[in-house]
C-alpha cells in the first residue's frame, strides 16, 4: 500500500502555514468551523430535521444525550496550544497528487477552518491500529512539536476523535 507518513506530514506543514493566513481564508469563503463554533452548531444539528430522519430513534437519543459532551470536549480541546488551521474537508488519496517530489492536495471544496486534526477519518475511523496507522499518525503529529510536547499532542489526538466525527457530520 501507499505509505501515508510523508503525505500527512506534508499536509500539516500545509496546515501548520495556513494558519497565519485565516482571515484571508474566510473572506475567500471558507467556512468558520473554530472550535467555539463547532460548539454552538450542536444544538443546530439536533434541530436539524435532516439529522433526526437520518438517524434511529435511539442513535437520535444518543447524540441528544451526549451532545453537553461534545460541547465540553469542545472547549477542552479548545485548550491545547495548537492553531485553527486550514481543514480539507475530505481529505483522501483520490484527492492527492505529486509533482516534482511535491505532494498536491486538491478538491477543497469542503474547505474550512478549524482544530487541524478533524481531517482524520483516514485514521480515526480504521477498526484497528495497527504499527503503520500508529506511525502514520506520528508523522503528521511530529509537525505540531513545536506547540504542544509529543505527550500532550497524542492526547488531544485522542481527545479530537470524536469532533473529527461531528465535524464532518455538521458539513
Do not use: M
Not at 484571508?24 to 463547532?38: K, T
Not at 435532516?50 to 435511539?58: G, K, N, S, W, Y
Not at 483520490?94 to 498536491?104: A, E, L, S, V
Not at 486534526?117 to 480515526?124: E, I, R, T, V, W
Amino acid at each position: 500500500g501507499v505509505d501515508l507518513a510523508p503525505i500527512l506530514a506534508a499536509y500539516g506543514k500545509l496546515q501548520r502555514a495556513s494558519a497565519n493566513h485565516l482571515d484571508q481564508l474566510v473572506a475567500a469563503g471558507c467556512i468558520d468551523r473554530r472550535l467555539s463554533v463547532l460548539a454552538s452548531q450542536i444544538d443546530w444539528l439536533i434541530a436539524d430535521p435532516v439529522t433526526q430522519t437520518a438517524l434511529t430513534p435511539p442513535e437520535f437519543e444518543e447524540l441528544v444525550a451526549l451532545a453537553p459532551r461534545l460541547k465540553e470536549r469542545c472547549a477542552q480541546v479548545a485548550e491545547y496550544n495548537l492553531p485553527a488551521t486550514l481543514l480539507h474537508g475530505d481529505l483522501h488519496l483520490g484527492n492527492i497528487t505529486q509533482r516534482n517530489g511535491d505532494y498536491i492536495f486538491f478538491d477543497w471544496t469542503d474547505a474550512a477552518i478549524s482544530f487541524p486534526f478533524l481531517d482524520f477519518f483516514l485514521l480515526y475511523q480504521r477498526d484497528k491500529q495497527t504499527e503503520e496507522t500508529l506511525r502514520w499518525r506520528d508523522a503528521y503529529l511530529e509537525v505540531w512539536q513545536e506547540y504542544e510536547s509529543p505527550a500532550r499532542l497524542l492526547e488531544v489526538w485522542e481527545l479530537a476523535k470524536p469532533l473529527c466525527a461531528l465535524h464532518h457530520s455538521i458539513s
